[in-house]
């Protein structure tokens, strides 16, 4: 009898941005306050803990070999038409759901009791490893 794969909730929590990309720039503005034409505007969803959201989403389920484990992202993601791109970029890429911080990682940002949120946490949380 072979052994079932673990189905194992991965929870990145971190930042999501999204990038606007003006292409076809001649050039900067001469001075401060002045527009200058681009020919483009691209939207692409960035940040580091939803950048990895999205690719551990893609490693832990392909189409040939569905490991029945998920990818989920806990960040700010507003809500505006951006923060919906960025929700249906990342529910796209294959993560499972975009939920709200969770209110202790906000509580220690307050306070300042964690300083620099720079990379995302890949947590398996306890107790929520099952056998498929």
């Avoid at 249906?88 to 294959?94: N, T």
């Amino acid at each position: 009898m072979e052994d079932e794969p673990l189905q194992i909730e991965y929870h990145v929590l971190g930042d999501a941005f999204v990038d606007i990309i003006a292409s076809g720039v001649a050039s900067l503005p001469a001075t401060w306050g002045t527009d200058t034409l681009a020919s483009g505007i691209t939207q692409l969803g960035g940040g580091s803990a939803a950048n990895a959201a999205r690719n551990l989403a893609s490693l832990i389920e392909t189409e040939d070999e569905p490991s029945g484990s998920s990818a989920f992202f806990h960040g700010a993601v507003g809500r505006d038409s951006l923060g919906a791109f960025m929700k249906a970029e990342l529910e796209e890429s294959g993560v499972v759901e975009v939920l709200p911080p969770p209110p202790l990682l906000l509580l220690l940002l307050m306070v300042g009791a964690l300083v620099v949120v720079q990379t995302a946490l890949l947590l398996p949380l306890p107790g929520r490893c099952r056998p498929r």
